[in-house]
């Protein structure tokens, strides 16, 4: 009889963890890229949200959501003074907790690498927010004040963050090794003397990683 009661409170506790879990999923976007700019009045902070059923297994939004609901998801951005307070924003107008842990590349304007306080905003940020993994793929776009890579591949583009890891993995050139966030953190603290970051610019509404650039830390 105990043998049976210990069952069935198992049985119960696995229900609840794996009703929680399911709740926990549905109530978070899973961004699988990240797009960061400089701007005059601070930091613009852009997510590439997938389609939640290909990546989590999950609906985002229910199979109502109409396609301008998530095309408008997916191209929201926001503003801040630092990268923190545009983060928040961004939060503050979603109706899902942002989960980084799936973020699989970060896009960087080239002005978030052209001056030292810049920078470590940038670095520290990225590493403060342990989500972030150290695997996940750098970018350098220039998107020259118009719109960001995010926009411009949300109608071109289901799940940006993957699409841009496999543009270095299956190439022959970069030999599927292209810089990490875990790269670019070395490369700070311990005063390295330069870091080459593959660079990406569009060609018929899709990223090729064509380019690169090679930052030269300050003397």
């Known amino acids: ?19 929680c879990t399911k709740r926990e999923l549905e109530d978070r976007y899973f961004p699988l890229a990240v797009e960061v ?12 949200l997938p389609n939640m059923g290909e990546e989590t297994g999950q609906k985002k939004g229910g199979e109502e959501e ?9 191209e929201e ?10 983060a928040k924003a961004y939060a503050a107008y979603v109706d899902k907790y942002i989960d980084s842990g799936h973020t699989k590349a970060i896009i960087l304007g080239p002005e978030m690498l052209e001056d030292a306080n810049t920078r470590k ?6 590493e403060s927010h342990t989500s972030f993994a150290r695997s996940i793929s750098v970018f350098v776009y220039d998107d020259e004040g ?16 993957t699409y841009l890891q496999d543009l270095i993995k299956n190439n022959p050139d970069k030999k ?20 080459t970051i593959p660079q990406v610019h ?12 090679v930052f030269i830390s300050s003397p």
């Open 66 to 74: 109409s396609e301008q609901e998530e095309k408008d998801t997916k």
């Open 121 to 126: 905003e940038m670095l520290t940020y990225f």
């Open 37 to 48: 700019h400089k701007e005059e009045e601070g930091y613009r902070i852009e997510y590439a």
């Open 146 to 161: 118009e719109e960001s890579l995010v926009t411009k591949t949300a109608s071109s583009i289901d799940s940006l963050g």
């Open 77 to 86: 951005s926001a503003v801040g003074k630092t990268i923190e307070e545009a």
């Open 176 to 195: 599927g090794v292209g810089t990490t966030l875990g790269d670019l953190l070395n490369f700070w603290h311990n005063n390295e003397e330069e870091v």
């Open 1 to 19: 009889m105990k043998k049976w009661f210990m069952t069935v409170v198992l049985m119960a506790i696995m229900l609840c963890l794996s009703g």
């Open 202 to 213: 569009l060609k018929k509404d899709k990223p090729v990683a064509d380019g690169e650039v």
